[in-house]
């Protein structure tokens, strides 16, 4: 534990000042993007408070886009299956309350001590990866940062397929958008905690979970702060792993099924996907949600540096703020995460829950 800790106060000092700033490159950047500043009425917000309005105007959009949440869990059960010791920390295996009527499995892993301690949701396909229980690499987040001194609660799919996440009795909304409710319940759990400083929870997560991780976030403003891995922030019909367009994301018509993969004139848009597009809305609006939180991309083949385009138009929110250092944005070849780009995150999570 202790070379992890000092590899990742060492990375803090040395990277934060070039992951919170674009490259020359990209610095003065824009892209075709709509600012998210400018007002339905034509005006562009130039205060917090102007900002307010406008973060409500995008958030009504989205809601009555996507769909309305079912009810919010203000004390979502929590029952423990198994509890053991395990290196540094408590491991526990956990069933939770995540909608009215489903529960799903996961691990709950407690630092040694009484706390209250910062904490982490840890969303992916499973929750075993995510707690270092498996084979796969690097995306064991939960478990290193629980090592780290974090409580950390990961849990898998609805239902255990990704493709065909199963919603709650009633839910109209679609199912990215139901990842962000579960999100929101799973912070009531972590809330819930004795252990947990509820002012001090984030949210991470790679990939499927990078979309999970991002819509939760922006959608639950009680999370103090959140990194993604390479999710894809924009919406980019040219990459076959920016899907947004798939049912189980925004796509999702009960009226309508496309073939799966990039949208083509066999494969049309369809749901809340093509609505959002037709009416002009993108990532880069939904992302300043986050604001004046901090965030962080930890970009991969899906979001390379000419994302700060992106990044820039959000950077102007923050800066109504008086805050340049919040939005920070790592690069790296490949879609999967390195042991560079995962000392960012867990150096991230140091500086802002710490």
């Known amino acids: ?16 000042a070039e992951s919170t700033t674009p490259p020359k490159e990209w610095a003065d950047q824009l892209g075709a993007y709509r600012s998210p500043l400018l007002m339905k009425d034509g005006r562009s917000a130039t205060t917090p408070g102007e900002w307010q309005a406008r973060r409500t105007e995008i958030l009504a959009d989205w809601q009555r886009i996507m769909g309305a949440w079912p009810p919010l869990l203000e004390k979502p059960a929590l029952e423990v299956l198994e509890s053991k010791a395990r290196e540094n920390f408590t491991q526990q295996k956990v069933r939770i309350q995540i909608s009215p009527d489903q529960h799903s499995e996961g691990y709950l892993l407690l630092p040694e001590g009484k706390g209250p301690f910062p904490a982490v949701f840890v969303p992916y396909y499973d929750p075993e990866t995510s707690a270092g229980l498996s084979e796969k690499p690097l995306r064991d987040f939960a478990y290193q940062l629980t090592k780290l001194g974090f409580v950390s609660l990961s849990i898998g799919s609805p239902g255990g397929d990704a493709r065909k996440p199963e919603l709650c009795a009633g839910a109209k909304c679609q199912p990215l958008s139901y990842l962000a409710y579960i999100s929101a319940n799973a912070w009531q759990v972590l809330a819930n905690l004795p252990q947990v400083d509820s002012k001090r929870i984030g949210i991470v997560g790679h990939s499927y979970g990078g979309k999970w991780s991002m819509f939760g976030a922006c959608l639950w ?19 076959g792993s920016i899907n947004y367009q798939e049912p189980w994301y925004l796509g999702l018509d009960p009226a309508l099924t496309r073939k799966p993969g990039l949208v083509s004139a066999e494969s049309p848009r369809t749901g809340a996907y093509k609505t959002l597009i037709e009416q002009g809305h993108d990532l880069v609006e939904f992302q300043a949600l986050m604001a004046p939180r901090p965030f962080l991309v930890s970009g991969g083949a899906e979001d390379p540096p000419k994302r700060w385009t992106v990044l820039n138009h959000i950077r102007a929110v923050y800066a109504l703020f008086g805050h340049k250092d919040r939005i920070a944005m790592t690069n790296r070849e490949k879609h999967d995460p390195n042991e560079e780009s995962n000392t960012a995150i867990y150096a991230f999570f140091e500086r802002w829950l710490k």
């Open 1 to 16: 534990m202790r070379a992890t800790l000092l590899l990742v106060l060492a990375y803090l000092p040395l990277h934060a």
């Open 221 to 239: 403003e009680k999370y103090a702060c959140a990194a993604w891995s390479d999710p894809g922030i924009v919406f980019d019909e040219t990459r």
